[in-house]
């Protein structure tokens, strides 16, 4: 077969060594150099063509576009655009499979460009770290590996069609199997009967590898999959955290281990159980419809997506973590070769990374094939009024971010607020409104200074004030779309009898075990 061409992109003075390591690396290693070429630009004869052009045709006409970052930023063009940033932009628009290696060191020693760069692209790609050239190689190696086996050119069996060692049917639960059964039948009406046999079940499913059980079988049907070694990290860690970033002491962490499906639930109840909801009367009959800050469906597919696509070969397990201002999934893994955050986004094709996990989550309304999740996630969090959901690439993690509410980094940041006035927001974030006194208390400054600080909050369409003067006076956030800040909707988020400020609004009661 014809060799596939990388493009090695950076910063030559800074990589002089690096780029030279990788090119005699590929070229000398046996498996590498019968698939790949490398090109180089200190390899190219001398050329009486603009170099920029020349970068710019031989990304195209790449396979793949290998890019390493360091401190450097390289010479800027008319546009302050530097050779290795014009590159990126040239194998993004193309859609080149990107590999993405960091040097590392402090962020203060980078040029602040490509300290940027670092972030952009570190939202689009997943950032490999490497201190040394034997472990730049050593990287560059597994994704080349990996870009062979996503590519069907090297074939190997999936993780989840791979026989599970020492596992046989007395390892399957067979309520899971009747319950599973029973669901799809009655969800996407499956062949099988309710009555048939695990053995038959799993032959249907392709859950069998020369007559063994595949991993897929174990995860979906199994008493206690995690007592395998191979499946060890086969779980779910789920942890609320009161404020907006991870700290110790954790108020509630749940590890859940068992079949996927009770994952999912699980997982999914835990979220729902510490979220604000309130109740209204059932439009079609008596019973009372319950509604949540963050709709159902969409903490469901977050989770399902990450259990479902997951890296099962990874010692990482699937995290879920609720903070006062969002909702984070992390699921260990990449997306598929050539999909990005962005085209999540838009309508694109299922290509599920564990084939034989997906089929019986189909069937049982788990999920659905046709690559709509991620898209529904995002309309049904605009009619509640909340943000897009993120997307990103993050340190070999696949993270889903959901609002709680509309004021996202990205808008505080364009807000252009003092140190007081983000801490302040954090304050009321965890704490659902604040007064002079402690915004006074939490920022250390005067009470002059808070009343400006506070009555900016308010000009921003931040914060809502209610009461005129006094110790009634306090503020809180302003629901987006509601900018005047009404009290019928400040009744809605801080509960009735909160609206004059002669108490403190109460938080519901935590379920057993958590911290108050």
């Known amino acids: 077969m014809k060799k596939l061409k990388i493009f090695i992109s950076s910063v030559q003075k800074e990589f002089k060594a690096e780029r030279l390591a990788l090119r005699d690396f590929i070229t000398a290693d046996p498996l590498c150099r019968r698939y790949f070429e490398v090109f180089l630009f200190e390899d190219m004869p001398v050329h009486d063509r603009n170099p920029d052009a020349v970068y710019t045709e031989e990304v195209k006409n790449s396979d793949m576009y290998v890019c390493l970052l360091g401190n450097e930023y390289g010479a800027e063009d008319d546009k302050g655009l530097s050779p290795t940033e014009r590159e990126f932009h040239v194998a993004t628009k193309n859609a080149k499979t990107r590999?993405?290696?960091?040097?590392?060191?402090?962020?203060?020693?980078?040029?602040?460009?490509?300290?940027?760069?670092?972030r952009k692209a570190g939202g689009q790609l997943i950032r490999r770290r490497f201190s040394s050239i034997p472990e730049l190689t050593t990287q560059l190696y597994a994704g080349l590996v990996q870009y062979l086996e996503d590519n069907g050119i090297l074939q190997t069996v999936p993780f989840?069609?791979?026989?599970?060692?020492?596992?046989?049917?007395?390892?399957?639960?067979?309520k899971a199997v009747q319950w599973f059964l029973e669901t799809a039948r009655a969800e996407r009406k499956f062949a099988l009967d309710k009555n048939t046999?695990?053995?038959?079940?799993?032959?249907?499913?392709?859950?069998?590898?020369?007559?063994?059980?595949?991993?897929?079988?174990?995860?979906?049907?199994?008493?206690?999959?995690?007592?395998?070694?191979?499946?060890?990290s086969a779980e779910v860690k789920c942890l609320h955290f009161h404020g907006t970033e991870v700290c110790k002491p954790i108020p509630s962490y749940q590890i859940y281990k068992g079949i996927l499906f009770e994952q999912v639930d699980q997982a999914v109840d835990f979220v729902l159980s510490k979220l604000d909801r309130s109740v209204a009367p059932g439009k079609t009959g008596a019973a009372s419809e319950v509604a949540y800050e963050i709709p159902k469906p969409?903490?469901?597919?977050?989770?399902v997506n990450a259990v479902a696509h997951r890296d099962y070969t990874s010692n990482a397990a699937v995290q879920v973590m609720l903070f006062a201002d969002r909702f984070e999934v992390w699921n260990p893994g990449a997306l598929p070769v050539g999909m990005t955050p962005e085209t999540l986004r838009v309508p694109h094709s299922s290509v599920p990374h564990n084939p034989l996990i997906s089929e019986p989550l189909f069937l049982a309304h788990y999920i659905e094939r046709a690559g709509t999740g991620t898209m529904d996630m995002i309309a049904l969090c605009k009619k509640s009024g909340l943000p897009e959901p993120d997307f990103e690439q993050r340190d070999g993690q696949f993270v889903i971010t959901i609002w709680r509410n509309w004021l996202t980094?990205?808008?505080?940041?364009?807000?252009?607020?003092?140190?007081?006035?983000?801490?302040?927001?954090?304050?009321?974030?965890?704490?659902?409104?604040?007064?002079?006194?402690?915004?006074?208390?939490?920022?250390?400054c005067i009470k002059k200074t808070a009343s400006r600080d506070l009555d900016e909050l308010v000009r921003k369409g931040v914060f809502a004030k209610f009461g005129s003067t006094g110790r009634g006076t306090f503020y809180g956030l302003v629901n987006k779309g509601d900018i005047k800040g009404t009290k019928e909707t400040f009744r809605g988020t801080y509960g009735k009898g909160d609206i004059k400020g002669t108490k403190p609004p109460q938080r519901r009661q935590r379920e057993a075990g958590e911290d108050t």
């Open 197 to 232: 046999s695990a053995e038959k079940l799993f032959a249907h499913l392709d859950l069998f590898n020369d007559g063994k059980l595949a991993h897929a079988a174990l995860l979906l049907f199994g008493k206690k999959p995690q007592k395998f070694r191979s499946l060890i």
């Open 160 to 174: 989840d069609a791979a026989a599970c060692r020492g596992a046989s049917l007395e390892d399957i639960d067979e």
């Open 99 to 118: 590999l993405l290696f960091i040097k590392d060191g402090p962020d203060a020693l980078r040029h602040p460009k490509m300290a940027k760069l670092i």
């Open 298 to 303: 969409v903490i469901r597919e977050a989770v």
């Open 409 to 444: 980094y990205e808008v505080m940041i364009g807000m252009e607020l003092n140190d007081r006035q983000r801490k302040a927001l954090v304050y009321v974030k965890e704490n659902r409104r604040i007064a002079n006194l402690e915004y006074q208390r939490v920022t250390g």
